[in-house]
């Protein structure tokens, strides 16, 4: 199958798009911009690439986790305002700012020792309704790529390690 020629990618286009429009307006129902989002997501990610190797979490162990628990996994490895400009591609400054920003509203908190920026327990509070929708919406995008039948397609032809889709996107600087 090639992406280009399906003509049902219309149809999974606008789900895809219908997804990514839900999950920004429930991220500003949050009262947080996209990108503040991006950084707590950056972050989140780190504490689950840290709970990867050593433990495996439930959604509701997740939305309860305490301080004591976050310091212990983010021990592992440090995560700094550089780090997370960096896997963002943005500069550090808007990072800076956005951190310092989330660490008004206590969903961030630094390491007072090691400098390294961490979830709090408050971002835990949030996950509880949050990832629970995110997931729920995944799966309405999930069940329309199926209904459309590119999903099938996409999983039969499409072999993430060998198959890479050459887009103007990144050929493109904004």
Not at 77 to 105: G, T
Request: glycine share 2%; no cysteine.
């Amino acid at each position: 199958m090639r992406i280009n020629s399906n003509q049902e990618f219309s149809n999974v286009g606008y789900a895809f798009l219908m997804f990514i429009t839900d999950y920004y307006k429930r991220v500003s129902k949050l009262k947080l911009t996209f990108d503040e989002m991006m950084v707590l997501n950056t972050v989140a990610a780190q504490l689950a690439y840290n709970l990867k190797s050593s433990e495996s979490l439930s959604i509701k162990d997740l939305s309860n986790l305490k301080d004591e628990k976050i310091v212990k996994i983010f021990k592992r490895s440090k995560l700094s305002i550089l780090s997370i400009a960096n896997i963002l591609d943005q500069p550090k400054e808007s990072i800076r700012r956005r951190v310092n920003r989330l660490i008004s509203l206590n969903l961030l908190v630094k390491d007072k020792k090691t400098g390294g920026i961490m979830l709090t327990e408050k971002y835990s509070e949030i996950l509880k309704n949050f990832s629970v929708n995110t997931l729920k919406q995944l799966s309405y995008l999930i069940q329309d790529m199926e209904e459309i039948g590119f999903l099938s397609d996409l999983l039969k032809d499409m072999n993430k390690k060998s198959v890479r889709i050459t887009t103007k996107e990144n050929e493109t600087n904004y």
